[in-house]
């Protein structure tokens, strides 16, 4: 009976300890919003610095720079273009994404061939994403 009740409370101590690992988020951190549902997340609305770069057959469209504003509406997002660039206009929808915990659920960049899957990583402080799919191409973004 002993041995029952030591596992339940290292179980429930583990499992505790791990729901608080899954989301250092806290309510009041700087760049942060808290949901309806009491979940915590990044707040990414507002101007970044953009940075495209392209692997392999995608470098042929180069680096190119660029200011997205992000508008953020609860867990989701879409960064539109600032400025005219190279290859997209001015207000182009250049990204979409759903906010998961402490990071991104699902990453989306819309290109002239159509929407692709990427991944994407928010640093600790909430100032820097990277997005990648590690085949074709990466976006850097620095908050303003």
Do not use: C
């Not at 041995?3 to 009041?28: E, R």
């Not at 942060?32 to 470098?59: A, F, K, P, Q, R």
């Not at 998961?100 to 290109?111: A, Q, R, S």
Request: aromatic share 10%.
């Amino acid at each position: 009976m002993k041995s029952i009740l030591i596992i339940f409370i290292i179980g429930f101590v583990f499992g505790t300890v791990q729901a608080q690992m899954d989301n250092p988020l806290k309510q009041g951190m700087p760049n942060t919003v808290t949901l309806s549902n009491g979940e915590v997340i990044y707040d990414l609305s507002g101007e970044w610095d953009s940075l495209v770069e392209g692997y392999g057959y995608w470098s042929m469209y180069g680096t190119h720079r660029n200011i997205i504003k992000i508008t953020q509406t609860g867990s989701s997002l879409v960064g539109v273009l600032m400025m005219d660039d190279k290859w997209y206009s001015k207000g182009w929808e250049s990204i979409r994404a759903e906010l998961y915990k402490n990071g991104f659920k699902k990453v989306e960049m819309m290109t002239n061939l159509g929407t692709l899957d990427f991944k994407g990583q928010i640093s600790d402080d909430g100032n820097k994403i990277i997005i990648d799919d590690g085949e074709k191409r990466r976006m850097t973004l620095i908050r303003k």
